[in-house]
């Protein structure tokens, strides 16, 4: 079993949905979780950073981290064709490298005009 | 202010030939890291590195290797190339701090024959 599970997808919404993605982790000393969004054919790039529990909101970017639960959620408000892309889940632990991250294995979002 | 700059972005080699990638960080930043992405396996952690010093190594077999020079700019190898080595190498680069963000290069796409 992987340490972090996520959902391959597709998951196809219309524009102007609220999405939800959602990772597993098994690992109870993950402490920063992040999410990160990929286009076809480029890097990763960051869209969310949060440490330990809680809810963090970045305009139509929701965060949410259920550390009793093992679970981490990303919620995409008024979401737009150009939010059509992988989205991944990382975490890391507090005492292992600062850059060793451990991925889900992404969800691939299509959002239709 | 550059992003992480990877080279080559393509590259095709022949099984048991050996590949050299080349990663420079963004301006100031002194930790790199690397990352293998796979359809089956998603991203997975290479290894580490902050001011020269190999900090963290993943689960691959020694045929990978990598160092960082002084200017914090990185390079990987990988000999006696397989088919399945066979994926997108990224490299990520932070400042190093506990709670630094990773920022990732669009990777170099090497395909194995």
């Known amino acids: 079993q992987k340490e972090v599970e996520q959902d391959p997808g597709p998951l196809s919404v219309p524009e102007g949905a609220i999405v939800s993605l959602n990772c597993t982790y098994s690992?109870?000393?993950?402490?920063?979780f992040m999410w990160y969004r990929q286009y076809s054919r480029k890097g990763p790039e960051l869209l969310m950073y949060?440490?330990?529990?809680g809810n963090k909101e970045d305009g139509r970017f929701t965060a949410q981290v259920d550390k009793s639960s093992k679970y981490i959620s990303l919620f995409i408000r008024d979401s737009q064709p150009s939010d059509s892309a992988t989205y991944l889940c990382?975490?890391?632990?507090?005492?292992?490298?600062?850059?060793?991250?451990?991925f889900g294995t992404g969800t691939r979002l299509l959002v239709s005009p | 202010k550059a992003g992480v700059t990877q080279t080559p972005r393509y590259l095709i080699k022949t099984r048991g030939q050996q590949v050299t990638l080349s990663c420079s960080p963004i301006?100031?930043?002194?930790?790199v890291s690397w990352y293998q992405q796979t359809p089956g396996q998603g991203l997975q952690f290479l290894f580490e590195?902050?001011?020269?010093?190999?900090?963290n190594k993943g689960n691959f077999p020694g045929r990978f290797s990598g160092r960082q020079f002084s200017n914090s700019r990185s390079e990987m190898n990988v000999s006696t190339l397989e088919l399945g080595d066979s994926a997108l190498y990224l490299c990520?680069?932070?400042?190093?701090?506990?709670?630094?963000?990773?920022?990732f290069g669009e990777g170099s796409r090497l395909t194995v024959l």
């Open positions: 949060t440490y330990s529990s």
């Open positions: 590195y902050f001011s020269e010093t190999q900090r």
């Open positions: 690992n109870s000393a993950f402490q920063y």
């Open positions: 990382a975490m890391r632990s507090r005492n292992t490298g600062f850059q060793k991250l451990v």
């Open positions: 990520a680069s932070s400042q190093g701090r506990a709670t630094g963000e990773l920022f």
């Open positions: 301006s100031g930043h002194r930790s």
